[in-house]
């Protein structure tokens, strides 16, 4: 008569691969704390800087321009589509997702849909790389969690295990490809806006300052728009649909994270492409995917029904 093998007979290859792979070397330390505080530093130095000569409509133009197309890039890439599969694309809007996510200089897509995999999978709660709950609720230890939650989390050297948490990334050659090349992204997304400010003003300080306000500006906006979601969103704010840890609504972030701060329903529903799903809950990503699929570039996507919402819903009571 067979019976089932126990836990501990399991074969090694069927047990989880460990959280984390590795540590970043010293090298990859430094670039990552330069890539966080050299935008903070331009926006420390941003308002001093307009206050005499310093900022113009161009530049204004610029930097919104390449803040929607990154910051779409990892809401509508680099989360919706990559980390959650929240519909299906051909390979042109793969990539094109890929390249436009990494010039938010958030990271590259494999390693940022890692770490975000692995979110969810502990979401507040041990192992979760970025809650601000790991340590206590008194006014220090929140304190604590949010800048942790915020960007402390960036400087810890732990790296999440890809192979865990995105092999099918890790096995999409074209997302390699686009992955190992984030530098050139990043550095094309500092500069471009730099060579269009210098071509449209036909000047060098149009240039110069079209570098300044749509590149690092605009990046670190982006940065703090996306890092506020990992903090805020799990800290305050409504939490209409139930899940299993404290993500909430934060409807002032909503328009500028293009809906992802309609924070609650996504991690009540993750694989879900539309976030903002209330009356009244704008959600840009979610209209970008509609485009999409209307265009027949997008396929199979995930729309909210008003049964599964409801469940979620009334399971909180």
């Known amino acids: 008569m067979s019976t089932s093998p126990s836990p501990a007979a399991t074969p090694k290859e069927r047990r989880p691969k460990p959280i984390v792979s590795g540590r970043k070397s010293m090298p990859e330390h430094i670039t990552v704390k330069v890539f966080v505080l050299a935008p903070i530093v331009a926006l420390a130095i941003a308002v001093p800087f307009a206050w005499g000569w310093g900022l113009t409509w161009v530049d204004v133009g610029l930097a919104a321009l390449f803040f929607v197309v990154s910051g779409l890039g990892v809401t509508v890439g680099y989360h919706r589509y990559f980390t959650h599969g929240s519909f299906k694309a051909g390979r042109p809007l793969r990539v094109a997702l890929a390249v436009a996510g990494s010039l938010s200089a958030q990271g590259q897509v494999i390693q940022w849909v890692a770490d975000h995999?692995?979110?969810?999978?502990?979401?507040?709660?041990?192992g979760d790389p970025h809650s601000p709950w790991l340590f206590g609720t008194g006014p220090k230890a929140l304190a604590k969690g949010f800048w942790h939650a915020h960007m402390?989390?960036?400087?810890?050297?732990?790296?999440?295990?890809?192979?865990?948490?995105?092999?099918d990334l890790l096995a999409d050659r074209d997302i390699r490809r686009v992955d190992a090349l984030f530098p050139l992204w990043v550095g094309l997304s500092l500069l471009l806006p730099g060579v269009l400010g210098g071509l449209i003003t036909w000047s060098f300080w149009g240039g110069v300052t079209a570098f300044f306000w749509a590149g690092f500006v605009r990046i670190g906006v982006l940065h703090h728009v996306t890092w506020s979601?990992?903090?805020?969103?799990?800290m305050i704010g409504d939490r209409p649909f139930t899940s299993r840890d404290k993500a909430a609504n934060f409807w002032p972030l909503a328009i500028f994270s293009f809906g992802e701060a309609w924070h609650n329903l996504h991690h009540a529903d993750p694989t879900c492409a539309r976030h903002g799903v209330l009356r009244g809950q704008i959600d840009i990503s979610a209209r970008l995917i509609w485009m999409f699929e209307k265009l027949g570039w997008a396929r199979d996507v995930r729309w909210p029904t008003t049964a599964r919402l409801d469940r979620l819903a009334t399971a909180k009571s």
């Open 152 to 167: 402390g989390w960036l400087f810890e050297r732990d790296i999440t295990n890809a192979e865990r948490f995105a092999p």
């Open 229 to 234: 979601v990992n903090s805020i969103c799990h």
């Open 117 to 126: 995999r692995r979110h969810h999978a502990f979401s507040d709660r041990a």
